[in-house]
């Protein structure tokens, strides 16, 4: 056993701390995911937000649970997008 530990030893620590690491960043990306999704379901007429491709509006419209309608530019252009596409709400 002492044999064992000699020659493994460094690598099973390395490879225990890999499993760990990988179970943090896990619980870290599904906890940002979770938070994503409830602000992209909690959106209200009147929010702002910038989507992922970089427009930035204000929500128009939010009746369907799919999708959602936002306003922008000072020509009030309206263009409806996925909610998986919105990537953060603004403060303002």
């Known amino acids: 056993m002492a044999e064992f530990l000699t020659s493994y030893g460094p690598m099973l620590l ?5 499993i760990g ?36 509006g204000k929500v128009v419209s ?3 649970l799919e999708t959602i309608v936002i306003e922008t530019g000072s020509d009030k252009t309206k263009l409806r997008f996925k909610r998986w596409a919105i990537a953060s709400k603004i403060d303002e």
């Open 21 to 56: 690491f990988t179970v943090v960043m896990s619980k870290k990306d599904k906890k940002r995911q979770q938070e994503r999704q409830n602000m992209q379901n909690n959106l209200e007429v009147g929010d702002t937000v910038l989507m992922e491709c970089g427009i930035v």
């Open 62 to 64: 939010t009746k369907d």
């Open 14 to 18: 390395i490879l225990v701390v890999m």
